[in-house]
């Protein structure tokens, strides 16, 4: 009779490799997602608040004024949100990298297969 090798040990450790890998893009995609939802909101907040103080302006150069700060204020807001993306990003790359190599490193562990000639001389 034929010998069956077991390929399950293998399969697991792959199929954990690849579990902890997606959670942890999963995780870091999230954290990006949080950041840009937080952004958003907060933009929107911003733009709404310059349309009621802009109905409110009583003169061009208090309208003026408003959208001069505003356009600064939504500046700042854009250049500190980049850099917190870019961290991000950063720590994404950083886990994804250091994911593979764990990944890589524990794939290396050697197979317990028999060789093919010893499979044939038991099935004889």
């Given at each position: 009779?034929?010998?069956?090798?077991?390929?399950?040990?293998?399969?697991?450790?792959?199929?954990?490799?690849?579990?902890?890998?997606?959670?942890?893009?999963?995780?870091?995609?999230?954290?990006?997602?949080?950041?840009?939802?937080?952004f958003s909101a907060s933009s929107m907040q911003?733009?709404?608040?310059?349309?009621?103080?802009?109905a409110s302006a009583r003169t061009v150069s208090?309208?003026?004024?408003?959208?001069?700060?505003?356009?600064?204020?939504?500046?700042?807001?854009?250049?500190?949100?980049?850099?917190?993306?870019?961290?991000?990003?950063?720590?994404?790359?950083?886990?994804?990298?250091k994911s593979i190599m764990v990944g890589a490193?524990?794939?290396?562990?050697?197979?317990?297969?028999?060789?093919?000639?010893?499979?044939?001389?038991?099935?004889?």
């Amino acid at each position: 009779m034929g010998q069956v090798i077991d390929l399950k040990p293998m399969h697991k450790s792959h199929f954990d490799i690849w579990a902890d890998f997606t959670s942890l893009v999963a995780k870091n995609f999230g954290a990006i997602l949080a950041e840009a939802q937080d952004f958003s909101a907060s933009s929107m907040q911003a733009n709404a608040n310059l349309l009621n103080n802009l109905a409110s302006a009583r003169t061009v150069s208090a309208m003026i004024l408003l959208q001069t700060r505003h356009a600064q204020a939504a500046c700042e807001a854009t250049l500190t949100q980049s850099k917190k993306f870019a961290e991000l990003f950063n720590e994404l790359s950083r886990d994804t990298v250091k994911s593979i190599m764990v990944g890589a490193e524990r794939s290396k562990a050697p197979l317990k297969i028999p060789s093919v000639g010893k499979m044939l001389h038991a099935a004889e």
